[in-house]
């Protein structure tokens, strides 16, 4: 599997710290760590640190890496998994085309949000059977957000 763009530095304690007082985390997230019984979201963050050499924090059963652009990708299991990315610096009219994309989005199992001052792409994704689809479906995120995020913020 080759390496997924988008993955910057790590996110540093302090900024964890903000993030998550900026976001609580929410209590479903204390779920016990398994994936469809199988996967640990320890196995999870295991893998992405081996294969994409990309540096993963987890912190209350919640996954949290940085992209090249500060985005924040969080992911979080309970009976599902839900992955997103935070995208802080997308303005107003960012937004409200994000928005205007929902429709089409919703048939790749995305949507835009709004949380605070800060637009975010949720992909909710079943249960893994696998490591291999766990990170697929990460991977298959991060790729069709970076698509994304170049449409709505221009370099």
């Excluded at 479903?28 to 019984?37: F, N, V």
């Excluded at 912190?59 to 924040?72: G, S, V």
């Amino acid at each position: 599997m080759d390496v997924p763009a988008g993955f910057g530095r790590s996110i540093s304690s302090t900024e964890l710290r903000r993030h998550i007082a900026a976001h609580p985390v929410r209590a479903s997230i204390d779920a016990p760590p398994a994936l469809h019984g199988h996967l640990s979201m320890v196995t999870l963050c295991d893998a992405m640190r081996e294969r994409w050499e990309v540096d993963v924090t987890l912190h209350r059963e919640a996954i949290f890496f940085e992209a090249l652009d500060h985005d924040i990708y969080v992911i979080r299991h309970s009976d599902g998994t839900h992955i997103e990315r935070r995208m802080s610096d997308a303005d107003d009219d960012a937004a409200a085309l994000a928005l205007g994309m929902n429709p089409t989005l919703f048939r790749r199992r995305m949507a835009f949000g709004v949380s605070g001052p800060t637009l975010v792409l949720h992909r909710y994704v079943t249960p893994w059977e696998s490591l291999d689809g766990c990170l697929s479906a990460v991977r298959d995120f991060v790729v069709v957000s970076d698509r994304i995020k170049r449409e709505l913020v221009p370099a």
